[in-house]
């Protein structure tokens, strides 16, 4: 499984269990109908607390990502918005290949790129954004 | 009703002779967390923890374990019967062969838990017939650990589990908690000065510093809502009088104005635009910052 994340770099385990499936089924490591690890062993596994694999995993199927089914564990979501999640994020990935290959040609580290992001990010959240 | 919380304290204060241990401690552990309680040597963790046992009087405030007032003694007996509690010292009888402990400590247990305790002791690899003195000290953790996980209690207080113990000791009994957890509904409650582990297994964090909890809360919240902003500007930064609720610090080194918010950047940002900065960086804070940041040096 490909699922690793790292406890200590500030980002919500969660959020970093969610997006490393969501990447999974993105690469194609798991398929639409695929089993995903049982919620208990991959908390035993990853030697993380239970509550947030549960956590990660319900907001999964919240976002249609994955469906919960009683009893016979996690499974990617059968059809189309697996699919288009996958096509969008496709998408989007090619845009932000772009504009990290533009600004590596300027001299700007990853490091500096990853820190622009987060600005920007956090910058949009209220209305009108923030301009440099 | 079934109490919310397993461990609450309000207000809690605990004087040795002229020494203030815990100094108004609030601590809120709700059921079925992984609870860290990080915090410097000296900082009132263990204090804390002999109160909640009944092993202490609380000097004033209240402590309850399960709803139960920690100071009644009838109600700290109740208490004890529903917690493994590991202590820093590891309290285990020297003379005695592990398995002559393990048979001493059942017998205390209507609850004892067969099954766990052969599954521990299979996980653990502990020795049956080796004397308790000659065990190393990840042995004797372990010896421990399974002493209170096989009791079939619903709360489990760790002192320093893993203090002393190498990496892969630490790993195996870490991914023993983490396994029990998932499998048994139960609270643990666990002290801690090292920050990572508190990141890797807790879903919620306490930081106390000379007797107060200075940060308290799911870590996944804190993750999400610690943000530390610099700000950098043409000239001298301003003196800011930030309006943003959740700024807990904010450092002026000449040009640079950093800023730590437990409550996201958002309102922040906002604030800051109008002190025109040139640049606007916003990063993360580890648990390890807001220790750092939270925390006292030493005088």
């Known amino acids: 499984m490909l699922i690793r994340p790292n406890p200590s770099s500030g980002v919500p385990i969660y959020l970093q269990l969610m997006e490393q499936v969501k990447h999974a089924i993105e690469t194609g490591a798991l398929r639409s109908g695929e089993q995903l690890p049982g919620m208990r062993p991959l908390a035993e596994e990853l030697v993380i607390n239970p509550n947030t694999v549960a956590k990660a995993y319900r907001e999964l199927e919240h976002e249609g990502v994955i469906e919960l089914r009683h009893g016979a564990g996690a499974f990617v979501s059968a059809h189309a918005r697996a699919k288009k999640l996958t096509d969008t994020l496709r998408t989007g990935q090619t845009i932000v290949e772009g504009a990290v290959e533009k600004l590596h040609a300027r001299g700007i580290t990853d490091e500096e790129i990853r820190r622009l992001f987060e600005a920007v990010l956090a910058g949009l959240t209220k209305p009108g954004g923030l301009r440099g | ?299």
């Open chain 2, 1 to 299: 009703m079934v109490d919310a919380f397993v461990i609450e304290t309000a207000d809690l204060r605990k004087n040795y002779d002229c020494v203030e241990a815990v100094r108004g401690l609030s601590l809120q552990v709700p059921a079925g967390s992984i609870c860290g309680f990080l915090g410097r040597n000296g900082a009132g963790k263990t204090t804390t923890i002999k109160v909640l046992l009944g092993m202490a009087r609380p000097t004033s405030g209240s402590a309850r374990v399960f709803g139960l007032a920690a100071d009644a003694p009838e109600a700290s007996v109740a208490i004890r019967r529903r917690t493994g509690f590991v202590s820093d010292d590891k309290d285990l009888y020297d003379y005695m062969t592990v398995g002559e402990m393990i048979r001493f400590t059942a017998a205390f247990f209507p609850r004892w838990r067969p099954e766990l305790e052969q599954r521990y002791l299979h996980a653990f690899e502990l020795p049956v017939d080796r004397k308790i003195k000659t065990l190393s000290r990840g042995t004797r953790t372990k010896l421990a650990l399974l002493l209170a996980l096989s009791r079939g209690a619903e709360l489990l207080v760790l002192d320093e589990p893993t203090s002393g113990l190498d990496p892969v000791m630490t790993e195996q009994i870490l991914q023993a908690l983490v396994a029990h957890v998932a499998r048994e509904e139960m609270t643990v409650f666990f002290s801690s000065h090292q920050i990572s582990e508190v990141d890797q297994i807790a879903d919620r964090v306490a930081i106390i510093d000379r007797g107060r909890t200075v940060v308290a809360g799911a870590l996944d919240d804190l993750r999400e809502n610690f943000r530390r902003i610099q700000l950098v500007f043409d000239g001298d930064a301003p003196e800011p009088a930030f309006r943003a609720p959740g700024v807990e610090r904010v450092r002026r080194q000449g040009r640079v104005l950093t800023v730590l918010s437990s409550t996201g950047a958002g309102q922040i940002l906002e604030e800051a635009r109008a002190m025109n900065p040139v640049s606007v960086d916003v990063v993360p804070v580890t648990l390890k910052e807001i220790f750092l940041e939270f925390v006292t040096e030493e005088n």
